[in-house]
């Protein structure tokens, strides 16, 4: 089966191409963008599309690539055997699968999303390099080799926050999620809020746009961001004039707790308006 996007997520054909690229190389699928570009909800579609079990692994900067195979209890073990309990004999009763392990024995096929790899320390993609590639590994406990039967779909997801080495670099398809220009993003936020008021939107949108061209914004808001106001607007159910006002004095929009998330930004929108009304006495 091809991707070919679903009814509840827009995918533009460069991001199709990549998919079915990487599902036919069976490659893993590194894909990059902005916070909020849709790219753990990508993996979900994918597998819903492909109507493939879905297995998420998200990392965090503690999470350690052994983790993804399995981890032994050793001392628990140890504990139960100084008990005197039965089950300390079989070292199987000790042992955590982890996600890749899930996904190499998956009855079947499955999408396997490894989300924000970059959140980890920087030699953890290189501790995946030969399990991603030969989509096997050797459990030293127990002496057995668990080796995928079929290689499952693997999506890896990073917001960029660290470089990722050449050697793992090699072994993925890679593609970046550019942020939608504004006909996508009215197409994304239809299949939100269906039947939306068009000009509420198209307002809305100028102004987030705007927004996010801000010189020295330090947080440009997201997709989710825009929904997140939209929702609240039509939620408040607040004129739609209120989007149109022109009055330099209410640069910042309203609700725009949605949209900036930080005090500098919305300090620095405050500034502007200070400066609009100066320049208007």
């Not at 190389?25 to 493939?52: F, I, S």
């Not at 998200?58 to 052994?66: D, G, P, R, V, Y």
């Not at 195979?69 to 139960?80: F, G, I, K, T």
């Not at 693997?154 to 080495?165: G, M, R, W």
Request: proline fraction near 5%; hydrophobic fraction near 40%.
């Amino acid at each position: 089966m091809k991707f070919v996007g679903t009814r509840d997520y827009v995918a533009t054909d460069d991001l199709k191409v990549a998919v079915n690229a990487a599902v036919t190389l069976e490659r893993p699928l590194l894909v990059k963008g902005e916070p909020g570009t849709g790219k753990t909800v990508l993996a979900m579609e994918v597998a819903k599309a492909l109507k493939a079990p879905l297995l998420e692994w998200h990392i965090k900067s503690t999470t350690k690539a052994h983790q993804g195979l399995y981890e032994y209890d050793a001392v628990a073990r140890l504990r139960d055997g100084q008990l005197g309990e039965e089950r300390a004999r079989d070292v199987r009763n000790y042992i955590k699968r982890g996600k890749l392990w899930d996904a190499f024995t998956a009855p079947e096929r499955p999408v396997l999303l490894i989300d924000e790899i970059d959140k980890a320390d920087i030699e953890f993609p290189n501790d995946l390099l030969q399990e991603l590639d030969r989509m096997e590994f050797f459990v030293y406990e127990t002496g057995e080799t668990v080796k995928a039967a079929r290689r499952p779909v693997v999506i890896i997801t990073s917001n960029n926050e660290k470089e990722l080495p050449d050697a793992f670099l090699r072994r993925c398809f890679f593609h970046y999620i550019k942020f939608p220009d504004a006909k996508t993003m009215a197409e994304i936020v239809e299949v939100h809020f269906p039947g939306v008021k068009q000009r509420l939107v198209a307002d809305a949108l100028k102004i987030f746009y705007e927004i996010r061209e801000a010189p020295g914004l330090k947080k440009k808001p997201s997709t989710s961001e825009l929904l997140d106001w939209l929702k609240l607007l039509m939620a408040e159910d607040l004129p739609e004039e209120v989007l149109r006002e022109r009055d330099t004095r209410k640069a910042i929009p309203p609700l725009h707790g949605a949209l900036l998330k930080n005090e500098q930004d919305v300090h620095l929108f405050e500034r502007l308006a200070f400066l609009a009304r100066r320049e208007g006495a």
